[in-house]
T-cell receptor, first 113, second 108 residues
Framework: DTEVTQTPKHLVMGMTNKKSLKCEQH?????MYWYKQKAKKPPELMFV???????INESVPSRFSPECPNSSLLNLHLHALQPEDSALYLC????????????FGPGTRLTVL | DAKTTQPPSMDCAEGRAANLPCNHS???????VYWYRQIHSQGPQYIIH???NNETNEMASLIITEDRKSSTLILPHATLRDTAVYYC?????????FGKGTRLSVIA
């Protein structure tokens, strides 16, 4: 089983809202990733967690706040977003780290009004 | 820096083999070649990866040239459901970095 689940599938929020995206895997993977994908562009790496610790932050604005409460769960907290943050947000996981195959979830389609 | 070069788009007739090329002339000796695909508005799907030898699984075959400067992903009998963007990625111990990929259109 190589399933990564993401909720919600779609999210619409205003610029003053606070919302969270959730990602879950039960494959025993210890590395988890957030990617952002704008329309007609390839996915871009945002954050990497390794053994529940943040290991890579690709200079992402602070209005995006990741959290890894346990080895199966990854959250992305959103606050004061801009319309240009509208995108598909993808979560991925891998066994231990960046030498391993990454498996992606279906993504959350975010629209910021 | 772009580590791979892929054609922006390709067409393939349904039922025929789809051969997707990728150039990676600067690949280092221990970097792997990975292939993913992304069907419209879905998450990227892992297809196959290899180091030096040709690889085959239930989805596809990966042919890597002897000098490792290029590779070809082969979908042996393309179906309409194989229409997607295909990404060739070279990596060792870094997270996946996606290039622009090849948009494959399978035509009935």
């Amino acid at each position: 089983d190589t399933e990564v689940t993401q909720t919600p599938k779609h999210l619409v929020m205003g610029m003053t809202n606070k919302k969270s995206l959730k990602c879950e895997q039960h494959m025993g993977h210890r590395a988890m990733y957030w990617y952002k994908q704008k329309a007609k562009k390839p996915p871009e790496l945002m954050f990497v967690y390794s053994y529940e610790k943040l290991s890579i932050n690709e200079s992402v604005p602070s209005r995006f706040s990741p959290e890894c409460p346990n080895s199966s769960l990854l959250n992305l907290h959103l606050h004061a977003l801009q319309p240009e943050d509208s995108a598909l947000y993808l979560c991925a996981s891998s066994t231990r780290g960046s030498t391993d195959t990454q498996y992606f979830g279906p993504g959350t389609r975010l629209t910021v009004l | 820096d772009a580590k791979t070069t892929q054609p922006p788009s390709m067409d393939c007739a349904e039922g025929r083999a789809a051969n997707l090329p990728c150039n990676h002339s600067t690949i280092s000796g221990n970097e792997y070649v990975y292939w993913y695909r992304q069907i419209h508005s879905q998450g990227p799907q892992y297809i196959i990866h290899g180091l030096k030898n040709n690889e085959t699984n239930e989805m596809a075959s990966l042919i890597i040239t002897e000098d490792r400067k290029s590779s070809t992903l082969i979908l042996p009998h393309a179906t309409l459901r194989d229409t997607a963007v295909y990404y060739c990625i070279v990596r060792l111990n870094t997270p996946l970095v996606f290039g622009k990929g090849t948009r494959l259109s399978v035509i009935a």
